[in-house]
C-alpha cells in the first residue's frame, strides 16, 4: 500500500529541488526515499524507475520556465520582447541551476515523452512569438531560433559555472550581447 502523501506528483517536485540543492547529477532513488522516511522501493509505487522520475523532472521544469516566459512577454515586441524572454530565462538559471540542467536533457530517440514534446514545443512557439515580431520570415525561424537558443544557454551556462567571475560586469556584457541579438534579428538575412 502506498503511503499517505507520497506521490508521483511531490516526489517529481522533491526532485527538482533537490537538484537545485545538490546538483541534478545527484538526484538519486535513495536520497529521495531518505527525503520522504520511506524505502527506495516504495517510491516505484509511484514512478516506474529513476527514468521515468528524471523524466517527469524535465517536464515539470521545462513548464516552469515557459510559465515565467510567457509571463515575461506577455504584451511585448520586438526587443522588449527579446529582453523580457532573456531576462526571464537568465533568472530561472541562476536561481534553479539543478532545475535549469534538467531543461537539457540528453534522450535517446523515442524517450521523450508527450509532456515533454508539448514543453519543448511551447519554448520554440514562444521564441518564435518573438521573431515574429521582428518580421523574421517563417522559413528563416529555425536557424533564428538555434541563434538565440544557444546564446542564451551558453551564456548562462557558463555564468552559473563561474567562468565570468573573473572578468568584469556579467550584467553589462549580457545587456550588449542583447543588444547585439536585437541587431541580428532586425537584419536577418534572407534567404
Do not use: C
Not at 37 to 58: C, F, I, M, P, Q
Request: hydrophobic fraction near 45%; charge should be neutral; avoid cysteine.
Amino acid at each position: 500500500m502506498p503511503r499517505a502523501g507520497v506521490t508521483a506528483d511531490r516526489l517529481t517536485r522533491a526532485a527538482a529541488e533537490m537538484a537545485d540543492e545538490a546538483g541534478l547529477e545527484n538526484v538519486t532513488a535513495s536520497a529521495l526515499a531518505r527525503r520522504f522516511g520511506v524505502t527506495v522501493a516504495s517510491l516505484y509505487s509511484h514512478v516506474k524507475n529513476v527514468e521515468d522520475l528524471r523524466l517527469r523532472v524535465v517536464a515539470l521544469v521545462l513548464d516552469e520556465l515557459a510559465d515565467r516566459v510567457a509571463a515575461a512577454l506577455a504584451g511585448r515586441a520586438g526587443k522588449d520582447a527579446l529582453v523580457a524572454f532573456a531576462g526571464a530565462y537568465r533568472e530561472f538559471a541562476k536561481a534553479h541551476p539543478g532545475r535549469y540542467a534538467a531543461t537539457q536533457p540528453r534522450l535517446d530517440p523515442g524517450k521523450a515523452t508527450p509532456e515533454i514534446v508539448a514543453a519543448g514545443r511551447r519554448h520554440t512557439e514562444l521564441t518564435r512569438a518573438i521573431l515574429r515580431g521582428y518580421g523574421v520570415p517563417e522559413a528563416e525561424q529555425t536557424p533564428a531560433v538555434r541563434l538565440l537558443s544557444s546564446t542564451f544557454h551558453g551564456y548562462v551556462t557558463l555564468e552559473i559555472a563561474g567562468g565570468f567571475a573573473h572578468t568584469g560586469d556579467v550584467d553589462a556584457s549580457w545587456s550588449r550581447i542583447l543588444d547585439a541579438l536585437d541587431v541580428a534579428l532586425r537584419n536577418w538575412p534572407a534567404d
